[in-house]
Each structure stands twice: as C-alpha cells, then as structure tokens.
C-alpha cells in the first residue's frame, strides 16, 4: 500500500525554522518526483517546490515565494524526503502535504500544519 | 507561468443534476491538465489526468474535457458525497506548478 505520512509540523515565530518529513512505503521514491505543496487557512493549493528523480539527478525547484529560504532534500536510505523552512514568514502558515509527482498528483500524505506567528 | 482560473467560484446542485465546472490556463497547455477533489480537512484526491483519462477507483460519472486553454469537469448523477472543493493543475510547463483557485459544489 502507497502511504506518504508528513510530520515535524508545529507552531513557530517569525524568523525560524522547521524541517518537515515525508515517509513514504509502498514504492521507491528514488524512481519518482515528490513535491511539496501547501494550503493556507481557508485557501487553495500552492506548490512550493519538489526533489526530482534519481534519473534527473534528484534536481530540486522552487517557487518564487521560499526559494531562499526552503530546501528539499531525501534521504534514500529512509525513503523518506525532507522540506527545511528557514527564515519563516506568517505568509507561511498553512497545511504542508508531499505527493507524488506522476502526470498531476497521485498519492497525497494527510497533510501537517505549520503555523507562524509574528 | 501559467495562470489558471477557474470558474464558478462555487455552485450548488441537487442529487442527480449534471454540474459542470470550468478552468481556463493563460496558454495552450496541451491537455497536460488534472482535476482533484478535496472534502474539508483532507488531503486533495486524484480524479482525472491529461484532461480527460480517469484515475483508478474513480466513479465514472466524473468526466473531463477540453482542449488548448479550455478545459472542464463535468459530474454525471451528483451525489451526496461529491459535495467537495474541486480545483484544475497544469503539468505541462513546471516549475511553477500552478492551481485553479477551486470551485466548491454544494449539494
């Protein structure tokens, strides 16, 4: 069974940082892209950025808004991909899922919520 | 990037009535487009792919069309449970990944 479980969300002030992960079972991560993409309070969807695959050399992208500022890295021996949010922002807060990349979405994790506060 | 809109913001239907949602990308992105369906506190779930091609397990009441910039999710026999926001991504030219703003269906 594909599973993507997030965690490490939390509340923190502005100016800090987190390190979200994404566990993921039930395939190979290193065979595919994973992103990341967040919901803030009572909005829609807004990529934030993702680690392609080891075929593309894991290259990683960001969206305007967190480059700088986010980092995506895996760890392919926990099979896991990992989101570092430094210099955090209120504009921040929202709920952070990964998913795997295959032609739009199609495995999401249930989500984990980062709150920033001023 | 690719700006996409879609439209209406919301509407509501009854059991059984056919609904159809639209989303326009601000470029031809060659049916490089999927459809997702997100209930409140949840994840969002896969419906369609490249425009028009079902995801595994989904009801086939839900259809999408379109082409170029236009494109459309259409819900055959609404049902209770379809109430849900319904938001359109492109693939085609990343990054960024972009999103419709959602059209909510109240049932």
């Known amino acids: 069974e594909v599973q993507l479980v997030e965690s490490g969300g939390g509340a923190v002030q502005s100016g800090g940082s987190l390190r979200l992960s994404c566990a993921i079972s039930g395939f190979n991560a290193s065979f595919y892209y994973i992103d990341w993409v967040r919901q803030a309070p009572g909005k829609g969807l807004e990529w934030v950025g993702r680690?392609?695959?080891?075929?593309?050399?894991?290259?990683?992208e960001y969206a305007a808004p967190v480059k700088d500022r986010f980092t995506i890295s895996r760890d392919d021996s926990q099979n896991s991909v990992y989101l570092q949010m430094n210099r955090l922002r209120t504009e921040d807060t929202a709920v952070y899922y990964c998913a795997r990349s295959v032609n739009g979405f199609d495995y999401w994790g249930q989500g984990t919520q980062v709150t920033v506060s001023s | 990037d690719i700006q996409m809109t879609q439209s209406p913001s919301s509407l509501s239907a009854s059991v059984g009535d056919r609904v159809t949602m639209t989303c326009r990308a601000s470029?031809?992105?060659?049916?490089?487009l999927a459809w997702y369906q997100q209930k409140p506190g949840k994840a969002p779930k896969l419906l369609l792919y490249d425009a028009f091609r079902l995801q595994s397990g989904v009801p086939s009441r839900f259809t999408g069309g379109g082409s170029g910039t236009d494109y459309t999710l259409t819900i055959f026999r609404l049902q209770p449970e379809d109430s849900a926001t319904y938001f359109c991504?492109?693939?085609?030219?990343?990054?960024?990944?972009?999103f419709g703003g959602g059209t909510t269906v109240e049932i």
């Open positions: 470029r031809d992105i060659s049916n490089s």
């Open positions: 991504q492109q693939y085609l030219l990343t990054p960024p990944v972009t």
């Open positions: 680690t392609r695959n080891r075929a593309n050399n894991f290259f990683t």
